[in-house]
């Protein structure tokens, strides 16, 4: 059967404040009683996966388990063809336990002139997971995306992690640079969430068990 959310306590299975403040925005039409991960106490989980969705996975599932709470995970980060794929599911790894993400916007820069000879103007993509998971293990997975370039000095301090290199298609400023609500409107995590509002807000979608 469909499991939907019907408003009430969901847990933001996150430490990051950013995300969390983000998701917190996108749910608020929702009913839903938002709650983040360390007002519980618990350390993030060992993300051991090798997806962005397997990752989004653990979280949730970690979380649910403790709280006895629905509990929705964001595992994100910034795909860089010209370097395989990375940062990848590492972006929050290259800005290390102090969270520098200025640090990991310069190692970005610094592997691509290495690689490729030039940093400016080469493909990348953000991606966004969510995963929610109610105690009983039932648990849905969507993925959203969003395509851009990147630039050079990083240009904006209005959002967060590698948003101020990132240059969305089709527009002249870095989500960086953004208003939060301009950048909600077409980023991927809006897009992970529209797919998720389908799958577990009206019902277009069955969760999966197990």
């Not at 019907?6 to 969390?20: D, F, M, R, T, Y």
């Not at 577990?200 to 969760?207: D, E, L, R």
Request: net charge neutral.
């Amino acid at each position: 059967m469909t499991r939907r959310f019907e408003g009430g306590p969901l847990v933001i299975a996150s430490h990051n404040p950013g995300k969390i403040r983000e998701i917190h925005e996108l749910l608020a039409p929702f009913g839903a009683e938002v709650k983040s991960g360390p007002e519980f106490g618990f350390d993030e989980p060992e993300e051991t996966g090798s997806t962005f969705t397997e990752n989004a996975l653990i979280k949730s599932r970690y979380f649910a388990e403790r709280t006895k709470q629905p509990s929705l995970s964001d595992d994100s980060g910034l795909v860089v063809p010209a370097l395989g794929g990375a940062p990848g599911i590492y972006s929050a790894r290259w800005a290390g336990e102090s969270k520098d993400f200025s640090g990991a916007m310069q190692r970005v820069r610094e592997e691509l002139l290495r690689q490729t000879g030039t940093a400016e103007g080469h493909a990348a993509h953000f991606v966004c997971a969510l995963s929610l998971c109610w105690p009983d293990d039932t648990h849905t997975e969507v993925e959203g995306k969003v395509f851009g370039t990147l630039v050079f000095p990083p240009r904006g301090n209005k959002g967060f992690g590698y948003d101020a290199i990132f240059l969305p298609k089709g527009h002249g400023i870095t989500f960086g640079e953004m208003e939060p609500s301009a950048k909600h409107a077409i980023s991927h995590r809006a897009d992970a969430f529209q797919k998720l509002i389908a799958c577990c807000f009206s019902g277009a979608k069955q969760a999966r068990k197990g």
